[in-house]
């Protein structure tokens, strides 16, 4: 192992508490020097610091210092980064990519936030957000039906804004229903959206058409905002917006209209900003179910991001094609 490359964990620790298992560190030993197994949040860390001439790898997670031309001064033999979590934006600007290798665990991210979806679009449609208050309330029997008209999923439209990675994991869990799937994404030709099992249509044409609408699309300056006031009002009346993608995507002080209205009910694991003012009136509103952006990994799912981000060491290591490569020119397109 004398000639094996030398590894480091950069993650915040309060971050990924219990991500790493005695597995994974086995694994990582296996094929490279880790003098300090325990992630270190900071490369100034003495455990850290030591060792920076010789690491060639970085194993990454939430919370790692951003590779800016600085620190890759201080890292002279760093070659590849595996980045046990989604996007590497947040750490990796583009002149990183002139140097260094990075990889990321979108692909692993992505299954958990796909479930989380088709949950709520199944609960979406049995109208179970809107009845589970009016159950409180009433505290008797009703005409379930009656009280949310248009409850169920046979034959539901189902309209995916994206076909991103998610977007992709959540038409593949949409095909044993019986909905009709919709899709919109500017770079999809209609022969790919078939293959998706979804028909590819104009936007404003999916908001129009669809009981639940469910955004997938990247956060950019040419998405910010992308669901504004007017695509909100091409919404029927009981449509379900559900929003695990970046709360960029909306505009929030339209979209509150529109709940506050009762006109339509809302899903979001994702708003903007990220954490919402105390006063914010989606805390209360009877047709918003709002999660605190827990549709990615969490908890035990976190060990997919850690076994990713291994298998990619281990192909970067052998010298294998790498199969969940970063590239600069992705920076452009990826959330």
Same mark, same amino acid.
């Given at each position: 192992?004398?000639?094996?490359?030398?590894?480091?964990? +950069?993650?915040?620790?309060?971050?990924?508490?219990?991500? *790493?298992?005695?597995?994974?560190?086995?694994?990582?030993?296996?094929?490279?020097?880790?003098?300090?197994?325990?992630?270190?949040?900071?490369?100034?860390?003495?455990?850290?610091?030591? /060792?920076?001439?010789?690491? &060639?790898?970085? *194993?990454?997670?939430?919370?790692?210092?951003?590779?800016?031309?600085?620190?890759? !001064?201080?890292?002279?033999?760093?070659?590849? +980064?595996?980045?046990?979590?989604?996007?590497?934006?947040?750490?990796?600007?583009?002149?990183?990519? &002139?140097?260094?290798?990075?990889?990321?665990?979108? !692909?692993?991210?992505?299954?958990?936030?796909?479930?989380?979806?088709?949950?709520?679009? @199944?609960?979406?449609?049995?109208?179970?957000?809107?009845?589970?208050?009016?159950?409180?309330?009433?505290?008797?029997?009703?005409?379930?039906?009656?009280?949310?008209?248009?409850?169920?999923?046979?034959?539901?439209?189902?309209?995916?804004?994206?076909?991103?990675?998610?977007?992709?994991?959540? @038409? &593949?869990?949409?095909?044993?229903?019986?909905?009709?799937?919709?899709?919109?994404?500017?770079?999809?030709?209609?022969?790919?959206? &078939?293959? *998706?099992?979804?028909?590819?249509?104009?936007?404003?044409?999916?908001?129009?058409?669809?009981?639940?609408?469910?955004?997938?699309?990247?956060?950019?300056?040419?998405?910010?905002?992308?669901?504004?006031?007017?695509?909100?009002?091409?919404?029927?009346?009981?449509?379900?917006?559900?929003?695990?993608?970046?709360?960029? @995507? $909306?505009? /929030?002080?339209?979209?509150?209209?529109?709940?506050?209205?009762?006109?339509?009910?809302? +899903?979001?694991?994702?708003?903007?900003?990220?954490?919402?003012?105390?006063?914010?009136?989606?805390?209360?509103?009877?047709?918003?179910?709002?999660?605190?952006? $827990?549709?990615? !990994?969490?908890?035990?799912?976190?060990?997919?991001? +850690?076994?990713?981000?291994?298998?990619?060491?281990?192909?970067?290591?052998?010298?294998?094609? @790498?199969?969940?490569?970063?590239?600069?020119?992705?920076?452009?397109?990826?959330?």
């Amino acid at each position: 192992m004398a000639d094996a490359p030398l590894a480091l964990l +950069v993650m915040a620790p309060a971050l990924t508490q219990g991500m *790493l298992t005695d597995a994974h560190r086995e694994r990582l030993r296996a094929s490279c020097r880790v003098p300090h197994a325990e992630p270190v949040a900071s490369l100034d860390e003495p455990a850290a610091a030591a /060792h920076l001439g010789d690491v &060639e790898i970085l *194993l990454s997670g939430w919370g790692c210092p951003p590779l800016d031309a600085a620190t890759l !001064a201080r890292v002279p033999r760093l070659r590849f +980064v595996a980045h046990a979590a989604g996007t590497v934006k947040n750490h990796a600007p583009p002149e990183c990519f &002139e140097r260094v290798r990075i990889s990321s665990a979108a !692909a692993a991210n992505a299954l958990p936030v796909a479930e989380y979806t088709l949950a709520a679009i @199944l609960l979406a449609n049995k109208r179970v957000f809107r009845l589970r208050r009016l159950y409180a309330e009433v505290r008797s029997f009703r005409l379930w039906a009656k009280e949310a008209p248009g409850l169920g999923n046979l034959d539901k439209v189902v309209g995916v804004v994206g076909a991103s990675r998610v977007g992709r994991r959540v @038409l &593949e869990l949409l095909r044993p229903f019986d909905f009709d799937v919709l899709i919109h994404d500017p770079t999809l030709a209609p022969g790919d959206a &078939e293959a *998706l099992g979804a028909e590819l249509v104009e936007i404003d044409d999916l908001m129009a058409r669809s009981d639940v609408v469910t955004l997938h699309a990247p956060s950019l300056e040419s998405t910010r905002g992308l669901i504004d006031a007017r695509r909100l009002a091409l919404m029927r009346d009981g449509t379900v917006l559900v929003n695990t993608a970046r709360g960029a @995507l $909306v505009d /929030h002080p339209a979209l509150v209209r529109e709940l506050e209205s009762g006109r339509i009910d809302a +899903v979001l694991d994702t708003t903007e900003p990220e954490l919402l003012p105390a006063d914010s009136p989606l805390y209360e509103l009877p047709n918003v179910f709002l999660t605190p952006h $827990v549709a990615g !990994a969490l908890g035990a799912e976190t060990g997919r991001l +850690v076994d990713l981000a291994l298998d990619e060491i281990e192909r970067f290591v052998r010298g294998e094609p @790498l199969r969940h490569e970063v590239r600069a020119r992705d920076l452009e397109t990826i959330a």
